[in-house]
């Protein structure tokens, strides 16, 4: 059974910091493609990073210079840094698996919320 389990969300002052983390079960991690995503209150999901097998990161750029992606292939764990953060970083934040196998399910977590007070 594949599990993708957020933490680290909560609630934080502009220009504060946080750190998300997204533990992976029942996949073989270092091979996929892990992101983070979030959807702003009613706003649709969007990308905020990816980073590949390889460690390839893709930024959006309203993060880029704020947020870093990373991960431990260890203890199948991605990470996001978030520093500096504005009350438009407001939003649900959901772990992502891609497969590399592109006929292959891709995963979701159930997101953690992260809230920035103005």
């Known amino acids: 059974q594949v599990q993708l389990v957020e933490s680290g969300g909560g609630l934080v002052d502009t220009g504060g910091s946080l750190r998300l983390s997204c533990a992976a079960s029942g996949i073989i991690f270092r091979t996929y493609v892990m992101g983070w995503y979030r959807q702003p209150p009613g706003k649709q999901r969007e990308q905020v990073v990816t980073?590949?097998?390889?460690?390839?990161?893709n930024y959006v750029g309203s993060v880029k210079g704020r947020f870093t992606i990373s991960k431990d292939n260890a203890k199948n764990t991605v990470y996001l840094q978030m520093n500096s953060l504005k009350p438009e970083d407001t939003a649900i934040y959901y772990c992502k698996a891609d497969s590399p196998i592109p006929s292959m399910t891709d995963y979701w977590g159930q997101g953690t919320q992260v809230t920035v007070s103005s």
């Open positions: 980073i590949t097998s390889g460690g390839r990161t």
